[in-house]
């Protein structure tokens, strides 16, 4: 690596600027204590959604609203976001941003309660893409249910696959660590999906389903 790659990556992060609504909601997020995604991982959410036409999307963690912004506006205009949180007062704020950015109501589906209560009751393969972004803990019963989700050539994306720098580092072996390292190997093994993971924000693992 050279002396120069940090300052290039942070380039890249930066290539593409929020909208002010962006801005507003991931501040919001910060405030709420949502860990909002940045915006080169947010920037991939908008691109993937973009280049699978994806009009139907399940985001696993609704936070704020920033990646939902970030996907609706690469998602066709008649696609409809399905996102799920337990924290009422995180969806509130969604809604709030998505008001503001003028998407229509009946674009958004805001579900509360949590994701493994609630992701069993969805249809197999009738989804394009599937975003996870909560509790760690609980990455791989996620993936289970968004691989069942996803239709063929869908897409499935993880955020912070490479948790604060702490995957990449052997000696790094607290719980949520080891979760999430294991994870990522067992899903690039995984004969269902084509992986990459991409060193963009806090690390996106992205997956087509075959």
């Not at 860990?35 to 704020?64: D, Y």
């Not at 803990?137 to 604060?164: C, F, K, Q, T």
């Not at 080891?178 to 269902?192: F, N, P, S, Y």
Request: net charge negative; proline share 5%; no cysteine.
């Amino acid at each position: 690596m050279t002396a120069q790659k940090p300052a290039s990556w942070a380039y890249a992060e930066e290539f593409v600027t929020e909208t002010p609504v962006v801005e507003q909601a991931r501040r919001r997020g910060e405030e709420l204590g949502a860990s909002p995604v940045g915006t080169g991982a947010g920037v991939l959410l908008r691109l993937l959604a973009a280049a699978s036409k994806a009009k139907s999307v399940i985001e696993i963690g609704t936070g704020a609203g920033t990646s939902g912004l970030w996907l609706l506006e690469g998602m066709p205009s008649d696609g409809i976001l399905t996102t799920i949180d337990v924290e009422p007062e995180h969806q509130a704020a969604a809604r709030q941003a998505y008001r503001e950015a003028g998407v229509a109501p009946q674009r958004t589906r805001v579900i509360s309660g949590r994701a493994l209560d609630v992701l069993p009751r969805m249809t197999d393969a009738a989804y394009d893409m599937v975003v996870v972004d909560a509790e760690k803990s609980e990455y791989p019963s996620y993936v289970e249910h968004a691989i069942r989700l996803l239709r063929s050539g869908g897409v499935l994306v993880l955020d912070n696959m490479l948790w604060h720098d702490r995957v990449a580092d052997p000696a790094a072996r607290d719980e949520q660590t080891r979760v999430l390292r294991d994870l990522g190997k067992q899903l690039r093994d995984d004969e269902r999906l084509v992986p990459a993971l991409l060193p963009v924000g806090d690390g996106v693992l992205a997956a087509v389903k075959r």
